[in-house]
Nanobody, 123 residues
Framework: QVQLVESGGGLVHPGGSLRLSCAAS????????AGWFRQAPGKERVFVAS????????NYADSVKGRFTISRDNHKNTVSLQMNSLKPEDTAVYYC????????????????WGKGTQVTVSP
């Protein structure tokens, strides 16, 4: 099993920034891709960003390109999501996930999930 715990969510004004962190424990984490997804009330969970095992390859949803940056520290078993220029439409619960063997934008490509952290962007 892999346990993932997200932190760093909160309330921020439009245009502000937040940094989400995901701490992993348990089975191997650094050898696998990781990703961030988000789910707004009444909507499906959608892809935000992903990163391969080494950190050398990343992928972003069009809606966050240029504003969000995903990174990882395999020594600390963490994955982070730096979110800048936040908009009200970024409001959602953000989930960290560990992938299987390839970089995926689908929830089907991820095996382990955290419980999420709430991000609210409001004036």
């Amino acid at each position: 099993q892999v346990q993932l715990v997200e932190s760093g969510g909160g309330l921020v004004h439009p245009g502000g920034s937040l940094r989400l962190s995901c701490a992993a424990s348990g089975r191997a984490f650094s050898n696998y891709p990781a990703g961030w997804f988000r789910q707004a009330p009444g909507k499906e969970r959608v892809f935000v960003a992903s990163i391969n095992w080494s950190g050398g390859s990343t992928n972003y949803a069009d809606s966050v390109k240029g504003r969000f940056t995903i990174s990882r520290d395999n020594h600390k078993n963490t994955v982070s999501l730096q979110m800048n220029s936040l908009k009200p439409e970024d409001t959602a619960v953000y989930y960290c996930a560990r992938g299987s063997s390839y970089l995926s934008t689908s929830t089907q490509g991820y095996i382990y999930w955290g419980k999420g952290t709430q991000v609210t962007v409001s004036p």
